[in-house]
């Protein structure tokens, strides 16, 4: 690890000024990502500040009925929010789905969001990666790439986005509101919080430097059924293949509201719209799913050795649409 | 709190097991070297220094967490509890003596961090929190073996005393310890 200057502040306005202060700073929330990946040099912040002093340890209802989550509360808190996993179950499971309860105490929601790929080559620095070291090429490509991505990769990247709260958010049409330094407030979608590597993997986010994330915002509730559902190798505290989050209703025997999130298979926490659309309106069933599979992976391309994500997504989704649609059949 | 440059040290105060300590340390040093190898509690054990395997957890105010992942200056404001604060070779802990009872470890490197967590683990339990395994548990006296695994999942054991580990902690939660 390299030498940093290190500043604790006591609210978000001297945080902000901290981190303009000095270009470069980086924030640390929780560190179970940032401090990982500074032990092994490949994040080499000069200037850290430490946020774990501010207050935005919160969840609180919106007045339009949705509910705002500080950035700086944990995922295990979140998980366990009566709020969360009485209207917006999907998102508890998520986040129960990942990590380890040692690490959910310590990791925010600001962090999980931001947190960076598990691509093997990313963290060896001595395999050429253009997420680490832009121009160096991607080992990820010809390599061992069983946990990368198939859709949204480029040729110039196929690292996958490890977030399952991420995927549970998307599918919630989550918000992230957060403050720059010159003292404004931003609000955008989380859609648009990440972007697609293309040219430049380096750049994951469309955070300016300095940008503070100060919460996550939900949309009221929607009605439907909620369902997270992961596929890993092992039962418990390892990344997803493939992960589904899905808000499904039916009413009178048809599908009146859908939303699909998908984590293990974008370069970030993957959406599709049309595929909700095809769903949206028509009966429940398994000619139906597979259409809607066909959707999402119409675009899907594997890369060897994570060939098998292609038809182990299509079946999860297939069986997550039916435990959310059986009994209303 | 002004910035502390990067060739300073960090002059900080510790709380750990209810003493406080005063540490002059690098900003780099992480909580879990800052245990062992200033305050020369080495109960806490290091197995990967990245959050993998739970060898390092410890309690900061009641919750467990990995040591190795959090940086000993982030923690002024807290109380750290180690296995040293939990009992000692006279007076063990419940949960140690139950791990002693049902030979749960065989070299014992994982089992300091196995206990740390238990505890955390069941205090978790008993404010009703959710896990995978349940996903939607609530407040309990007693806790299924399935649910242990789960929620112990953070904690690897490299000899696989893994239905040992689960005996240990089941027996100590079925008895008085864990309603304390
Ligand atoms: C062994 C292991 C297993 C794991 N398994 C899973 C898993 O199965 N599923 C999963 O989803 N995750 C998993 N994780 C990842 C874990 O969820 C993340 O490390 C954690 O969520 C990061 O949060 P943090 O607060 O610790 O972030 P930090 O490490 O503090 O920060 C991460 C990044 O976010 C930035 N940042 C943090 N807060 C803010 C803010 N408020 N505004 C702007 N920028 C900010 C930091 O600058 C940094 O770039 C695992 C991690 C480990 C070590
Ligand atoms: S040493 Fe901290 S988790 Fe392994
Ligand atoms: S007893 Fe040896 S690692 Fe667990």
């Given at each position: 690890m390299i030498a940093f200057d290190y500043i604790r502040p006591g609210d978000a306005a001297e945080a902000l000024q901290a981190a303009a202060e000095r270009p470069g700073a980086r924030f640390i929330a929780g560190g179970t990502n940032l401090l990982d990946l500074m032990k092994l040099g490949i994040e080499r912040p000069r200037h850290l500040v430490d946020i774990g002093g501010l207050?935005?340890?919160?969840?609180?209802?919106?007045?339009?009925?949705?509910?705002?989550?500080?950035?700086?509360?944990?995922?295990?808190?979140?998980?366990?929010?009566?709020l969360v996993r009485d209207r917006y179950p999907v998102l508890s499971q998520a986040i129960l789905a990942g990590a380890s309860g040692q690490l959910r105490n310590k990791a925010t929601t600001g962090g999980n969001l931001l947190q960076r790929t598990r691509c093997y080559y990313f963290y060896d620095p001595a395999s050429p990666c253009n997420k680490r070291e832009p121009g160096s090429g991607c080992a990820a490509l010809g390599g061992f790439n069983r946990i990368m991505a198939i859709l949204g990769t480029s040729a110039h990247c196929i690292a996958s986005h490890p977030s399952d709260m991420?995927?549970?958010?998307?599918?919630?049409?989550?918000?992230?509101?957060?403050?720059?330094?010159?003292g404004t407030t931003g609000d955008r979608k989380l859609d648009t919080l990440y972007r697609l590597p293309g040219t430049t993997p380096h750049i994951e986010h469309t955070l300016a430097p300095g940008e503070l994330i100060t919460a996550v915002l939900l949309p009221p509730p929607v009605p439907g059924r909620h369902h997270y559902r992961k596929v890993r190798d092992r039962a418990s505290y390892a990344f997803a293949l493939v992960s589904v989050a899905a808000v499904v209703a039916v009413e009178d025997g048809r599908i009146t509201q859908a939303a699909l999130a998908f984590g293990g298979i974008g370069t970030m926490p993957w959406r599709d719209r049309a595929a909700e659309e095809l769903l949206v309106g028509a009966t429940p069933g398994q000619d139906l799913f597979e259409r809607c599979a066909d959707a999402v992976l119409a675009r899907a391309q594997g890369h060897g050795g994570n060939d098998f994500k292609i038809p182990l997504l299509r079946r999860t989704l297939v069986a997550c649409l039916t435990d959310l649609t059986e009994d209303a059949r | 709190m002004p910035w502390i440059e990067a060739d300073e040290s960090v002059p900080l105060t510790l709380s750990v097991n209810g003493v406080s300590h005063h540490l002059d340390v690098d900003a780099r040093v992480t909580l879990l070297d800052a245990l062992r190898e200033h305050l020369q509690l080495t109960g806490t054990k290091k197995g990967c220094d990245h959050g993998q395997c739970g060898a390092c957890t410890v309690l900061v105010n009641g919750r467990r967490i990995n040591s190795c992942l959090s940086l000993a200056v982030m923690h002024r404001a807290d109380e750290i509890t180690t296995i040293e604060g939990l009992g000692t070779p006279?007076?063990?802990?419940?949960?140690?003596?139950?791990?002693?009872?049902?030979?749960?470890?065989?070299?014992?490197?994982c089992t300091s961090g196995q206990i740390c967590s238990a505890i955390g683990m069941l205090d978790e339990w008993r404010a009703g929190w959710p896990s995978h395994a349940g996903a939607g548990a609530g407040p309990a006296r007693t806790i299924d073996a399935a649910e242990i695994r789960e929620r112990m999942s953070g904690n690897l054991c490299r000899c696989?005393?893994?239905?040992?580990?689960?005996?240990?902690?089941?027996?100590?939660a079925a008895g008085e310890g864990a309603e304390a």
């Open positions: 207050d935005l340890r919160t969840v609180s209802e919106t007045p339009d009925g949705g509910l705002r989550i500080g950035a700086l509360v944990s995922n295990a808190e979140l998980a366990a929010h009566p991420a995927v549970a958010m998307r599918a919630l049409d989550a918000r992230v509101e957060t403050r720059l330094p010159e | 006279d007076a063990l802990h419940p949960l140690q003596a139950a791990f002693v009872e049902t030979d749960g470890f065989q070299c014992g490197y696989a005393a893994y239905p040992r580990i689960v005996e240990a902690i089941t027996r100590y």
